[in-house]
């Protein structure tokens, strides 16, 4: 008898070292799998987040552009009010363009030439200058807002440009107001990111990125009625816009020769796209609550299955036939059995909760936004 006491004790210690090996291989898994649910979240929140800086710059600049545009010495120098010279309308422009940190703040004539403007590089104006031929002009002469992103035929320079019509007294468009949005902000911002990014505009032309040598080029090969109209409009001035030439092996994007996950997000500009690069290896952390779920759940667990498996062996060893304690070791070893079965479960289930939690919070940070996860948006390139 205490030979094959012996050996059952021993099997019994194989099968508790067994089940704790197999239960911390499962936790294992677990952890890494909220681990990266955080860095995703994480990484998600701070796009979401600088995206949402850009838009609340554009809305500003275009909300201001509006109330510029109702301005009655504006107007006056559009309408050749003689209680209105141009001096003051540069003042008003200059003012707005350093309240806003705009490059540019200027207003066009019914036939395209700029009649007022703020200055650029000191002292330099746009005034005499025509852009009838601009699309901004084009579209805010037809009384609809405009949003156009160029280099400066005059100044050489990148910049989102916002157009408005301005209406005299009847409602009738005498001209057109324009503001230029300046990118050194922007590029700043998006040098902050650790992996390459770039801001992607309606044609597929990268206006912005923390990788100087993408800036105005194409993710893909423009067609050639999309060059004849870039050439046409002198969008990007007199630089040719060829395509990057980035791989994609097995939806990862090749950079310097390395393979980088990317994910695509939508932007609210109509059109426009931002895209992110980051490794697979950069992983969050645990939260501090997430920390003490896996502590509790662990002790619990080893607490309760030394338990459970301590009951079974004594269940045999003490119990006698006639007598009341084989029924009792058995009711013990259900409910252990059962707190152990709940315990897995409750781990499980706060896995899918994290998960849950974590798109949820995903979502509320996009602000609208819909984004494509890696290894499905190729086919946007």
Known sequence: MPGKNKKRLTAYIAVWIVGILLFFVGVNKIIFEIRCLNSETERQSRISSFLDVVDRKIEDNKNALKILSRNNIVRG????????????????????????????????????????????????TLIGNNYSFRPYFIEAMNERESFYPAIGVTTLK????????????????IGVIVLKMGLDEIDEYLKKYPFPNALISVDSVIFSSNRDDWVLKSLTALSQENQNHLKETKQYAEISIVPLGLEIIKNDLVVDGKKQHFFIKKMTIPGWKALFCYQAETIGKLSNFQK??????????????????????????????GEGYLLLWRILFVVFGLILVALILGLVGFYYFERWESHKRIAFSESGYDFFVKGRVSRNL
């Open 77 to 124: 120098v559009l309408l050749k009010d003689i209680s209105f010279d141009v001096n003051q309308a540069n003042t008003v422009l200059e003012a707005a363009k350093d309240i806003l940190s705009a490059s540019l703040v200027y207003v066009m004539n019914f036939s395209g030439e700029v009649v007022a403007s703020s200055s650029y590089d000191d002292d330099k």
């Open 292 to 321: 003490l779920v896996v502590k509790l759940v662990c002790s619990l667990f080893i607490i309760v299955f030394t338990i459970c498996l301590v009951i079974a062996y004594n269940s045999k060893r003490y119990s006698l036939p």
């Open 158 to 173: 990148r910049g989102l440009y916002f157009g408005l019509p301005v209406y005299d007294s009847a409602d009738k468009v």
